[in-house]
């Protein structure tokens, strides 16, 4: 069974920061790239961040400068530091993965439940 345990949402004025972490855990083999989307009320899941194995990191436009991603390879763990908050940032976040469950199966992407994070004028 694998898992992508959130936490970290909740409710910050305009300018405060918040830090949501994701943890996978279950039968994992060779992670290839973590990250995190987010899915505001009547639009579509977009990309936040995401990071490789390696290192990579790609962020949407909207939020450069202001959030950071980070990862923890040896525990499989994805962090994403964000400040400067607007209320446009406001959103259920997921966390996702992309990674094969043994040697002989193919990488899929995997989600976590989504966290909210409200962020208000």
């Known amino acids: 069974q694998v898992q992508l345990v959130e936490s970290g949402g909740g409710l910050v004025q305009a300018g405060g920061s918040l830090r949501l972490s994701c943890a996978a855990s279950g039968s994992i083999f060779n992670i290839n790239a973590m990250g995190w989307y987010r899915q505001a009320p009547g639009k579509q899941r977009e990309l936040v961040a995401t990071?490789?194995?390696?290192?990579?990191?790609n962020y949407a436009e909207a939020v450069k400068g202001r959030f950071t991603i980070s990862r923890d390879n040896a525990k499989n763990t994805v962090s994403l530091q964000m400040n400067s908050l607007k209320p446009a940032d406001t959103a259920v976040y997921y966390c996702?993965?992309?990674?094969?469950?043994?040697?002989?199966?193919?990488?899929?992407?995997?989600w976590g439940q989504g966290t909210q994070v409200t962020v208000s004028s």
């Open positions: 990071v490789t194995s390696g290192g990579s990191i």
């Open positions: 996702s993965a992309v990674f094969s469950t043994s040697p002989l199966s193919s990488p899929r992407v995997y």
